[in-house]
T-cell receptor
């Protein structure tokens, strides 16, 4: 079955550590996105990529980094520079720019201890 | 003021009731999405609209471009409809991007 797989589902990190969240899709979608969700707020865009080897900053990119070496994969690294990293992170993809139907992963919940 | 506002923020109803969730936006858009987020956190796309009305099972979504307003209706609601419903719009002015509402938490009691 086609879909988006995020891992891990839950992750604990000590302050000062970098962590990488995985996002893999087998939908043959060109566009992939990373969103952050905090309680009481709408999803906010961290980074997006419309094609392999290219990505753009979203509204809250500071403290995060991404890569898009393969069409299927769009990992997100939460660096120690991110001041408030505890959040729920969602990866999404669409066949093209956000006017296409969005497909989401199950999310990764990161807690910084 | 947020570019996308949903109402109500929370809604509790009895099984079988007709449910309406509203989404208003203040900017020009090319498309509007209705999404459903289950308690585990995963999100499913319900509808993508640019005009008119769409129906899927017990769910109906409408959009009025002139009034900058969309509604999501659920007929014959069921406890399994309990979820957070999110409206998102693709803005075409300035930096083109998808902007999300805060979500409406729906609880259907048996």
């Amino acid at each position: 079955d086609g879909g988006i797989t995020q891992s891990p589902k839950y992750l604990f990190r000590k302050e000062g550590q970098n962590v990488t969240l995985s996002c893999e899709q087998n939908l043959n979608h060109d566009a992939m996105y990373w969103y952050r969700q905090d309680p009481g707020q709408g999803l906010r865009l961290i980074y997006y990529s419309q094609i392999v080897n290219d990505f753009q900053k979203g509204d809250i990119a500071e403290g995060y980094s991404v890569s898009r070496e393969k069409k299927e994969s769009f990992p997100l690294t939460v660096t120690s520079a991110q001041k408030n990293p505890t959040a729920f992170y969602l990866c999404a993809s669409s066949i093209n720019a956000p006017t296409g139907e969005l497909f989401f992963g199950e999310g990764s919940r990161l807690t910084v201890l | 003021k947020n570019e996308v506002e949903q109402s109500p923020q929370n809604l509790t109803a009895q099984e079988g009731e007709f449910i309406t969730i509203n989404c208003s936006y203040s900017v020009g858009i090319s498309a509007l999405h209705w999404l459903q987020q289950h308690p585990g956190g995963g999100i499913v796309s319900l509808f993508m609209l640019s005009s008119g009305k769409k129906k899927h099972g017990r769910l109906i979504a409408t959009i009025n471009i002139q009034e900058k307003h969309s509604s999501l209706h659920i007929t014959a609601s069921h406890p399994r409809d309990s979820a957070v419903y999110i409206c998102a719009v693709f803005i075409i002015q300035g930096a083109q991007k998808l902007v999300f509402g805060q979500g409406t938490r729906l609880t259907i009691n048996p």
